[in-house]
Nanobody, 124 residues
Framework: HVQLVESGGGSVQTGGSLRLSCEASKDIRSTNCVGWFRQAPGKKREGVAAIYTAGGTAHYVDSVQGRFTISKDNAKKILYLEMNSLKPEDTAMYYC??????????????????WGPGTQVTVS
């Protein structure tokens, strides 16, 4: 059983935009921090953006600051990642994740216990 499912990935031109969505399944438990991670072939999984479910300031990795925006719809249990001005370096599998204990600003993958299967983003 998958607890989080991403959608919205695809292939775009450099400079283009995509919006990723992450839907929680009905069996997922309440979480404190939700975020997006990405992993390219041969690269370590890195945190992209995160935000507390209660709200507050979003946190971003430096490489996407000013280009990506994380947002959420608590009522619908959907997490979004708006990606603008995409670059080839953004090409990766993107995963949404949720955690009870993570400090969102740390963007540390080991802190997250719930993961979606990922959605591919390719920029060329």
């Amino acid at each position: 059983h998958v607890q989080l499912v991403e959608s919205g990935g695809g292939s775009v031109q450099t400079g283009g935009s995509l919006r990723l969505s992450c839907e929680a399944s009905k069996d997922i438990r309440s979480t404190n921090c939700v975020g997006w991670f990405r992993q390219a072939p041969g690269k370590k999984r890195e945190g992209v953006a995160a935000i507390y479910t209660a709200g507050g300031t979003a946190h971003y990795v430096d490489s996407v600051q000013g280009r990506f925006t994380i947002s959420k719809d608590n009522a619908k249990k959907i997490l979004y990642l708006e990606m603008n001005s995409l670059k080839p370096e953004d090409t990766a599998m993107y995963y949404c994740a949720a955690s009870w204990r993570a400090l969102c600003s740390w963007l540390r993958a080991p802190d997250f216990g719930y993961w979606g299967p990922g959605t591919q983003v390719t920029v060329s």
